[in-house]
C-alpha cells in the first residue's frame, strides 16, 4: 500500500507539471497511471489485512475533506496563467490530480503514523 501512495503523488505531480508546461499535450502524462496495475503486479504483493483497509478507508475520509479544499482553491486562482496556459482551461484534470496527491499524501503520512 505504501509504494501505492508513493506512486500517486509522484506520477500526479508529474501531471499537473506537464499540463501546465505543455498545456493540452501535457494530458499523455495520464497515460502513466496504467503502470500501476503492470508494477503491481510484478510485485505480487499480497491482499491487504483488515488493518490495511481500515487505514485505507481512513486515507478515503481525509481525502474527501482535501478535495473540498482543492475545488475551492482552483476556483480562486482559475485566472492565473502559468507558460501560456489558463489554470481554468484545466480545472477538472488539475483537480483530480490535486486530489489523487491528496490521497497519496494522507495515505502516506497515516500508513507512518500507525
Do not use: H
Amino acid at each position: 500500500m505504501i509504494f501505492r501512495f508513493y506512486f500517486q503523488v509522484v506520477i500526479s505531480l508529474i501531471c499537473i507539471l506537464g499540463i501546465l508546461i505543455w498545456g493540452n499535450k501535457g494530458y499523455a502524462f495520464l497515460a502513466l497511471f496504467a503502470l500501476l496495475p503492470i508494477i503491481m503486479r510484478m510485485k505480487k504483493t499480497t491482499k491487504p489485512d483488515e488493518r490495511e483497509l481500515q487505514l485505507f478507508y481512513k486515507t478515503g475520509n481525509i481525502t474527501f475533506g482535501g478535495a473540498i479544499l482543492v475545488i475551492v482553491l482552483i476556483e480562486n486562482i482559475s485566472d492565473v496563467v502559468i507558460n501560456g496556459n489558463k489554470i481554468g482551461n484545466f480545472w477538472g484534470v488539475l483537480t483530480i490530480m490535486s486530489i489523487v496527491i491528496i490521497q497519496g499524501i494522507t495515505g502516506l503520512i497515516i500508513y507512518k503514523i500507525q
